[in-house]
């Protein structure tokens, strides 16, 4: 008696001629309100694409009659991380990543306060500190 075993196995079905979709965006990624331009092909010809990110529809686009498009998204509160953005035609979908980089646009300021008594005047050694950021 044989036994074999099979272990993490993806099975994918395809129509013969039929092609996979494909997603980009360029750049990889950005800080909140960075222009990420968004491409993809090999979706039904002159479809309504759904566009989502981390399961949010962002915009609806039309594909052109070879299947393909290119549209713009500018997040602007999107968190600092690594985001998903799924292209959805209903007959077929594609998905890429794309990171959120924080940005700071204002300076980093700290402000340092004691709340003890002075040192005596006479006293031998007084406390100094350097704050130094980099």
């Not at 996979?20 to 092909?41: C, M, R, W």
């Not at 479809?47 to 998204?73: M, P, R």
């Not at 002075?118 to 950021?133: C, E, F, R, V």
Request: proline letters at 6%; zero cysteines.
């Amino acid at each position: 008696m044989r036994l074999f075993y099979v272990d993490d196995v993806s099975l994918y079905v395809s129509r013969p001629g039929s092609v996979i979709p494909t997603l980009a965006i360029s750049p990889a990624g950005g800080p909140n309100g960075t222009s990420f331009t968004v491409s993809g092909a090999n979706f039904t010809a002159n479809a309504n694409v759904t566009l989502a990110v981390d399961g949010n529809v962002i915009k609806t686009v039309t594909a052109g009659s070879s299947g393909s498009f290119a549209t713009t998204y500018t997040p602007s509160s999107l968190s600092a991380r690594q985001h998903t953005l799924v292209a959805s035609d209903g007959a077929g979908q594609a998905q890429t990543t794309f990171n959120i980089t924080s940005q700071t646009s204002e300076p980093f300021r700290v402000t340092l306060a004691w709340t003890d008594f002075p040192g005596q005047p006479a006293a031998a050694k007084a406390w100094s500190m350097t704050l130094t950021w980099r």
